[in-house]
Nanobody, 124 residues
Framework: QVQLVESGGGLVQTGGSLRLSCAASGHTFAIFIMSWFRQVPGKEREFVAATIRSTGTTDYADAVKGRFTISRDSANNTVYLQMNSLKPEDTAVYYC?????????????????WGQGTQVTVSS
């Protein structure tokens, strides 16, 4: 079992920045990939960014490329999402997810574990 706990969400103005954290505990040795998703009411959960735990390889959704950066601190089993130049359309609940093997990284149902989510609100 892996437990994921997100933090760092909040209210920010357009153009501002936030850094989200996702702390993993439990059987963290089994984690292969960690990702961030986001969801707004009435819409499907949307892929944001992913990182391979062992190599640090990253990937991003087109909507956030150049503005968001995913990084990891393997020693502390924590993944971060630095969000810059935030826009109102970035408003969502942001979730951290992990999988024990290679998965289609943009597919939510492929992941094994999820955090509880943290709200990000960008005011215009």
């Amino acid at each position: 079992q892996v437990q994921l706990v997100e933090s760092g969400g909040g209210l920010v103005q357009t153009g501002g920045s936030l850094r989200l954290s996702c702390a993993a505990s439990g059987h963290t040795f089994a984690i292969f990939i960690m990702s961030w998703f986001r969801q707004v009411p009435g819409k499907e959960r949307e892929f944001v960014a992913a990182t391979i735990r062992s190599t640090g390889t990253t990937d991003y959704a087109d909507a956030v490329k150049g503005r968001f950066t995913i990084s990891r601190d393997s020693a502390n089993n924590t993944v971060y999402l630095q969000m810059n130049s935030l826009k109102p359309e970035d408003t969502a609940v942001y979730y951290c997810a992990s999988a024990r093997r290679w998965v289609p990284k943009t597919t939510p149902r492929a992941y094994d574990y999820w955090g509880q989510g943290t709200q990000v609100t960008v005011s215009s």
